[in-house]
Structure formats: C-alpha cells, structure tokens
C-alpha cells in the first residue's frame, strides 16, 4: 500500500514536472533573461541621454528617465510573469484580474491628477524642452529652473520665491534661455530726429559693448537693426535686437541702455516722455479767463494771460 502511494505521488509529480512545471521553470528563466536584458538597456538609454559631456541637469534627466522606463518594464514583467506562474498552479485569474481592474479603475479616478502630473513631466523629460538653469515662463508662472522632476517643476523668481508647480497644470512653456538669448530694443526718439542717424548711433554703440572684454564672450552676433516700427503719441520707436549667449541677454541689455542713455545725452538726442499741451480756448468776444496756479505771483498770472 505505501510503495503504490508512493509510486503514485512520483508518478504524478514527474508527470507535473514534465507539463506545468517544466513550464513554470521555462517562465522563471525567461522572466530572468528579461529583467538582465532590461537592465542592460536602460544603462544603454542612460548613456544615450547623457551624451558624450554629460552635465549635473542631462545626468539627473537621463536618471530619472531610465528610472521610469525601467520601473515600468519590470512592473509589466513581473506581472505577465506572476499570473501565468499562478496559472500554472491552478489559480483562476478571472476574479483576481476583475479586482485588480476594480482597484486600477478606483485608483485612476482618485489620483487622476497625479497620474496626469507624473505623464506629462515623463514626456517634458523626454522631449528636453526644460532644463535645470533655464529661465522659461510655465502656469503664468517665470523664474530659474531649479530642478525638474517626474511630478513637479521648481522655479525660483528674480525676488527670490520659490514656484513648484505641477506638470500636469502645464499647457505651454516659454524658455526664453533654450540654446541662445535675444534682447529686443524698442528706443523712442523725438519726431524732430534723423532716424537714420540714430539707427548707425545704436549699431557704433552695440559695436563698442561687443569690444568690451566684459561683454564680448556674451553676445554672439552683431547688433540686427529691424528699422523703423511704429510712430507714437510723443516718439518715433526704433526697434532692434542683439543676440546673446542663454540667460545673458538681460545682462548686456542693461549695459546697452545705460550707454545709449549717456550717448543720447551726450548727442542732445531727444528721449521723448508723454507730455500733454494745454489750449485755454479763445471766447468770441473779450480776454480769455484768468487762470490761476498755485505758487505764482500776480506777475507770472498776468504773464499767463497774456
């Protein structure tokens, strides 16, 4: 009786090997062969990230998405791998896949809008469109980058704030530091200026600031007169720009303005403000009213009227 039960068990456990276990051995290798080979390609998309002169923001970019990319393979791995290992056992997967759809479906509806923050930031990684150090404009939102991460991105304004602001609440980036910089100037002159006079005075201006050891590594190309742009209330403006290295243009603006405020000056160049003229009128018949202004004497008063 014992060597039959005996025999019988070994039989029916050779038999197992031989069907579902030999299978189940086959998913565990195959799932192993999977994980080794994923591993490998993430390090392969991480150096593909980095480039050949990685700098501190390519690196934390390239970590964090392999991080992703990574994690979500292997969570797909092991989850094919479990169930058909379940399978095999003999556990029915109806009632488990409808919880875990249940669960998904309960999950996704509550943390739908971390859901939406951690795909958008994924894609903003991916396509390269924020970079630590750069200056962009995101949610009515400006200031230096700080750190981009999968959820959220930290800016910091020029008064110092910091603005953590969701990836999901994105739905345009301005990055006024992608690659290179433009100053545009907008200079209004007096009606009674040459405006071509003025126009080779700012380009001789621009010429000496691009001369300056200071500011020469800073500005790539020589000043772009775009001409005459609008005529005003109180000036005619002349609009150019000056291009520059990232996050630099505010810098050499600030110099621009300064020497074409002194030269200007210097020139007896009219920088127009708006001003108002006064018409008293003229009645029909007789003098016009008196008009009177606090802190003149009677003698300015009458000089008024006349």
């Known amino acids: 009786m014992t060597e039959s039960l005996f025999t019988h068990i070994l039989d029916r ?14 998913i565990t290798i195959v799932m192993a062969v999977l994980l080794a080979v994923l591993k490998r390609a993430m390090g392969r998309f991480r150096r593909l990230y980095e480039g050949t002169l990685p700098n501190t923001a390519q690196v934390k970019r390239a970590d964090t998405l392999t991080h992703v990319v990574g994690d979500v393979a292997r969570v797909l791995v092991l989850a094919v791998g479990g169930m058909m290992l379940l399978s095999e056992v003999g556990v029915d997967l109806g009632p488990l896949l409808a919880a875990a759809g249940l669960g998904g479906l309960a999950i996704g509806f509550g943390g739908q809008s971390l859901v939406k923050d951690v795909i958008s930031g994924f894609f903003i990684l991916l396509e390269d469109s924020i970079r630590v150090g750069d200056v962009v404009e995101v949610a009515e939102v400006s200031g230096v980058v700080e750190e981009v991460k999968l959820r959220t991105i930290t800016l910091r304004d020029l008064s110092g704030n910091v603005h953590i602001v969701p990836n999901g609440v994105i739905d345009k980036v301005k990055n006024m530091t992608k690659l290179y910089s433009f100053y545009l100037f907008e200079v209004g002159i007096a009606y009674r200026e040459d405006v071509d006079e003025v126009m080779e005075l700012l380009k001789s201006i ?13 500005i790539l190309e020589p000043l772009e007169m775009l001409g005459v742009d609008q005529f005003a209330d109180s000036a005619v403006i002349i609009k150019c720009r000056i291009k520059t290295q990232p996050i630099k243009q505010w810098r050499v603006g600030r110099e621009m303005n300064r020497r074409i405020k002194k030269t200007f000056d210097a020139k007896g160049i009219e920088i127009p403000f708006p001003h108002q003229t006064i018409y008293w009128g003229e009645p029909k018949q007789g003098p016009p009213p008196s008009v009177y202004v606090a802190g003149l004497s009677s003698s300015d008063t009458t000089s008024l009227k006349s």
């Open 206 to 218: 621009a010429e000496e600031v691009r001369a300056d050891p200071e500011f020469k590594d800073d």
């Open 13 to 26: 456990s050779l038999e197992w090997l031989s069907t579902s276990g030999l299978r189940m051995v086959m």
